[in-house]
């Protein structure tokens, strides 16, 4: 066999696959969830350390939104591309596509996390 005569089998998009970009996407909107949540942690722990800080005379700490906002962005963005990248693949490849995608969105939302976190961090 050479390697023109190798091609990739293209699938339709079936009820399984529906079923898996369904449950992938149920675990995306938990991180997005979770990524809300971290916002609204970080911004009451930031309105305190400014009500501290304005006490004792220091410089108030401003929100990272340019931190929180592809954090808040980013299980949208992952979703599509796994899917667009997906769509036509046979299942296991299709599941093995979003799996990695859930990969990159947890380290690129523990990364995100963490800088904010360390924007906020009094020194």
Known sequence: MSAAEVTIERTR???MH?????????????????????????????QTQNEV????????????????????????????LAFLLARRRPILA???IFVMALAVLSAGALTLESIAFQLTRIS
């Open 13 to 15: 998009f079936g009820w």
């Open 53 to 80: 800080l304005r006490k004792a005379g220091g410089t108030e700490l401003v929100f990272p939104w340019q931190v929180i906002g592809p954090l808040l962005a980013l299980p949208f963005i992952t979703y599509g």
């Open 18 to 46: 529906a079923v898996v970009a369904v449950l992938f996407g149920l675990l995306f909107a938990f991180y997005f969830y979770e990524a809300l949540a971290q916002t609204l942690e970080l911004s009451g722990y930031i």
């Open 94 to 96: 299709f599941a093995g």
